[in-house]
């Protein structure tokens, strides 16, 4: 089973909401990754996290918060956003954080900002 | 510097037709990896195909085959007799860097479009 799981799998939120994207694997994989995608662009990388420590943040405004409560779950906290944030958000796993490892996506969060 | 070029951004083909979709990467590493996505409307990243560096085997799965040609840097992909449901965009991906951590360098991507 390679299966990653997203909710919501749409979201519409004002700039002064808090909102948060959720994301699972079951797949026993220890490095999981949030990505956001513009319409007609490849995906961007905005976190890494191996062993639920983060190990990557490319340079992502503060407006975005991720956490890692364990080994399956990934959670991206939203305050905040601007317009421009609107986009699809993908979340993605892999067995390690190694070249070897395929990350497998889930279907992503479509998010718009108001 | 790890960069994937796709240069086609649109492929339009009519249905049962052949279609090869390019991809040349570039990296300084000697281990890397290559990987073909397929984005369907739907958004999701499916994955096709992984290879590494040291593998220039061509592969078949089904109606699906990769060229890996490390000579001329290239990984492309041809579909065979197209279906309608192959209709996606399809991402290249070079694994590399080991120094940063082995990200995920896509290529901008490939519309494919097949006409039925």
């Known amino acids: 089973d390679t299966e990653v799981t997203q909710t919501p799998k749409h979201l519409v939120m004002g700039m002064t909401n808090k909102k948060s994207l959720k994301c699972e694997q079951h797949?026993?994989?220890?490095?999981m990754y949030w990505y956001k995608q513009k319409a007609k662009k490849p995906p961007e990388l905005m976190f890494v996290?191996?062993?639920?420590?983060?190990?990557i943040n490319e340079s992502v405004p503060s407006r975005f918060s991720p956490e890692c409560p364990n080994s399956s779950l990934l959670n991206l906290h939203l305050h905040a956003l601007q317009p421009e944030d609107s986009a699809l958000y993908l979340c993605?796993?892999?067995?390690?954080?190694?070249?070897?490892?395929?990350?497998?996506f889930g279907p992503g969060t479509r998010l718009t900002v108001l | 510097a790890q960069k994937v070029t796709q240069a086609q951004t649109e492929i339009s083909v009519v249905e049962k037709e052949d279609v090869t979709l390019d991809c040349v990467y570039e990296?300084?590493?000697?281990?890397?990896?290559l990987f073909w996505y397929k984005q369907p409307p739907s958004g999701e990243l499916v994955f096709l195909i992984r290879r590494n560096s040291f593998d220039e085997q061509n592969e078949i799965s089904g109606r699906y085959s990769w060229n890996f040609q490390k000579s001329t840097s290239s990984f492309n992909f041809t579909i065979t007799a197209s279906q309608v449901v192959d209709s996606a965009v399809y991402f290249c991906a070079l694994s590399a860097g080991s120094d940063t951590g082995n990200q995920f360098y896509f290529g901008t991507g490939t519309s494919l479009t097949v006409i039925p």
């Open positions: 993605a796993s892999s067995y390690g954080q190694g070249g070897t490892d395929t990350q497998y």
């Open positions: 990296t300084r590493d000697t281990t890397y990896y």
């Open positions: 996290y191996s062993y639920e420590k983060l190990s």
């Open positions: 797949m026993g994989h220890r490095a």
